[in-house]
């Protein structure tokens, strides 16, 4: 059990399941850009440590960029998305789009409308955790590590106000008797 802030979070996923499933995405990449130099495009803050990992899995060429967004408040997204910091020319680029996890989709549904004034040549998604019962939109998720159920998470790169990101395991917001 930890603290961070006001609320307690107790232990979800520990470090070794979380690099074999980076492990098993880096594969899949691998794999499916054999042939290309794709860029990486990490979501900050949250996605630099998977992305960071991620990388050192890849067999391959590669680029990375960033980009930093914002949608979140406390542990509830604020509906409302916006770029505080752009990631550089991609036009005409294979991007492979680097999330930490993709619960409602509105921070995607940015991501691809930018990417998509960019001219691009090809995006895909990634990402290392999806809760399918929170995600609102259509777009597709092509890589995902993990479908989790729709509780608030810390650790590895994932943070409450601030805090949490640098933890090498995943917790979850500890469950009220009335839940």
């Known amino acids: 059990m930890i603290k961070l802030h006001d609320l307690e979070f107790e232990p979800y996923l520990g470090p070794e399941k979380i690099q074999d499933t980076v492990k098993q995405l880096a594969e899949k990449l691998s794999k499916d850009?054999?042939?290309?130099?794709?860029?990486?495009?990490?979501?900050?803050?949250g996605a630099f440590m998977f992305l960071s990992d991620l990388l050192k899995y890849y067999k391959g060429d590669c680029e990375v960029s960033f980009t930093k967004l914002a949608s979140y408040e406390g542990t509830s997204s604020t509906g409302d998305v916006s770029t505080l910091l752009g990631a550089g020319n991609l036009k005409n680029r294979d991007v492979i789009v680097i999330e930490d996890i993709v619960d409602t989709g509105l921070t995607l549904e940015h991501i691809v409308s930018q990417l998509k004034k960019e001219g691009v040549a090809s995006f895909k998604i990634a990402s290392l955790f999806f809760k399918p019962e929170a995600y609102k939109k259509s777009l597709p998720i092509d890589y995902i590590g993990l479908e989790i159920p729709n509780k608030f998470i810390v650790g590895y790169g994932l943070d409450y106000n601030g805090l949490g990101r640098n933890l090498p395991e995943i917790y979850q917001l500890k469950s009220s008797i009335d839940d």
């Open 33 to 45: 850009y054999a042939s290309k130099t794709p860029i990486f495009l990490g979501i900050l803050n």
